[in-house]
């Protein structure tokens, strides 16, 4: 078990059920997945193949290759080429991801004030995007190879019914929100 996890519900969990009225166990909010995704713009085998295989390198899980679904002709891709990567994590892996991301990633970002909150914000789901890819420890060692990555989109799904538990979960996991 993982240190968040273990945080979750042992803290977590607690501080849910005073703040907010539940009348069974099974609706406490909790973090159900992480869904990691590239999107390239060009579907040249190059780029694909560093996208995918820095995903891989991050999360320690095999990714799987987005298609496009129809043709577009101003960014030249035809139907069926591959525009990027996704990892869809759960469970154990989920948990690491999210500490990996809060102790070792944000820490080391430049000028890094906090993720801001869109005012499109979900009720069960929060996303950002990760520009700067180089302070994963896994990229660090071949930096060469990963020079231009796309942006990472990073979405983190919950089981949340209103944007307050959205927030203050978010909150209580540590991820430093800028409103």
Do not use: W
Request: glycine share 4%; net charge positive; hydrophobic share 40%.
């Amino acid at each position: 078990m993982s240190i968040l996890q273990n945080y979750y519900k042992r803290v977590i969990k607690r501080d849910l059920i005073n703040k907010f009225p539940y009348t069974y166990l099974g609706e406490i909010p909790q973090l159900k997945k992480i869904i990691l995704n590239f999107g390239c713009k060009n579907s040249e085998i190059r780029s694909i193949a560093s996208v995918f295989l820095s995903l891989e390198l991050i999360t320690a899980k095999k990714s799987l290759i987005a298609r496009s679904k129809r043709a577009n002709i101003l960014l030249k891709i035809r139907r069926g080429n591959p525009v990027g990567c996704m990892v869809i994590l759960r469970d154990e892996k989920m948990y690491r991801f999210l500490f990996k991301l809060l102790s070792e990633v944000f820490p080391n970002l430049k000028s890094f004030l906090g993720i801001n909150i869109s005012k499109k914000l979900g009720k069960t789901s929060f996303s950002f995007t990760l520009k700067d890819l180089i302070h994963f420890k896994e990229l660090e060692r071949q930096f060469y190879l990963f020079t231009n990555l796309p942006p990472l989109n990073i979405t983190l799904i919950t089981t949340t019914k209103t944007k307050e538990e959205l927030l203050y979960l978010l909150k209580s996991f540590k991820l430093v929100l800028i409103p």
